[in-house]
């Protein structure tokens, strides 16, 4: 990037902008440090740390979904895990990931108005090309300790890894400018705030689904479902209201497909 831009996410940067009351009330920053999701679960050993977001400019150890690792340099990219202790049962857990892919979404589109949208369950992707990643990880006995929900959203990346580059893309590189950060995380725990309090009080995600779908990437493309057993091939047609995604398959019956048990995999890449 040939532009230089004052772009700091320390704490007080990100509450200049901050309008949430419960997500951000407190911000750990770190200059460096092995993946904020670890950092975040560290965290919790104490009390009052529901809304908790640590934040990094570079992480050492970034971790990806699959046991990938996940490219974290400094001063390119928001790397941040949200520290929070739903009141909801456990197996809903799985909801909290697309809500928080519809608020970044809903924080990005501002933006960048077109093209942006949202590969199920949870990456966010622009022209075929992935933008953000979200890693939810949870701790729960006969109910949830903690969930942390752990985003990845390249920003001001000028250049990838190898092996991601024809996967990979930053907000910088399709914009074709360079973008602050601090005002995105903001605009992130506001909208995450809100729909994650309508998730809370009504159980499910049925009052975000039309949202969520206008934006599916997946809606009306094939997919393949891999599944440890078999792999078969159908066309996406939506989420139900427990963030499942439905797939119809060649005999016109509709399967619903868990996030986590299965990886469903575009047959055109990204798009
Ligand atoms: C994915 O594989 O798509 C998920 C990537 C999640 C990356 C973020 S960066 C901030 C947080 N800390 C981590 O170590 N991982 C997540």
């Not at 999701?37 to 104490?46: E, P, S, V």
């Not at 977001?53 to 974290?72: C, D, P």
């Not at 006995?141 to 001001?156: F, L, T």
């Amino acid at each position: 990037m040939g532009e230089q831009i004052m772009d700091l996410i320390t704490e007080s940067e990100i509450k200049k902008f901050m309008k949430s009351s419960r997500m951000g009330r407190k911000v750990v920053y770190f200059e460096e440090t092995d993946s904020t999701n670890i950092q975040a679960k560290l965290i919790k050993k104490g009390s009052d740390w529901d809304g908790t977001l640590v934040i990094a400019e570079k992480q050492n150890l970034g971790k990806g979904r699959r046991g990938r690792s996940w490219s974290s340099p400094a001063g390119s990219g928001i790397w941040m895990s949200l520290l929070i202790k739903p009141d909801i049962p456990t197996d809903r857990v799985s909801s909290v990931t697309l809500v928080s892919a519809l608020a970044v979404h809903r924080a990005l589109r501002k933006l960048c108005p077109s093209g942006l949208l949202i590969k199920w369950p949870n990456d966010l992707v622009i022209n075929g090309k992935k933008l953000c990643g979200i890693l939810t990880e949870m701790s729960c006995e006969s109910s949830i300790n903690y969930v942390v929900i752990g985003i990845g959203i390249n920003v001001n990346n000028s250049s990838f890894p190898e092996e991601i580059g024809e996967t990979a893309t930053s907000l910088s590189g399709s914009l074709g400018h360079a973008v602050k950060r601090a005002p995105i995380v903001a605009d992130f725990l506001s909208e995450f705030e809100n729909l994650y309090e309508d998730f809370e009080k009504k159980g499910d995600i049925s009052f975000m689904l039309d949202e969520y779908e206008r934006f599916l990437a997946n809606k009306d493309r094939r997919v393949r479902v891999l599944k440890p057993e078999n792999e078969w091939e159908g066309t996406a047609r939506g989420v139900n209201k427990r963030g499942e995604l439905l797939v119809e398959n060649d005999r016109g019956e509709i399967i619903t497909v868990i996030s986590g048990e299965v990886s469903v995999r575009g047959l055109y890449g990204y798009s």
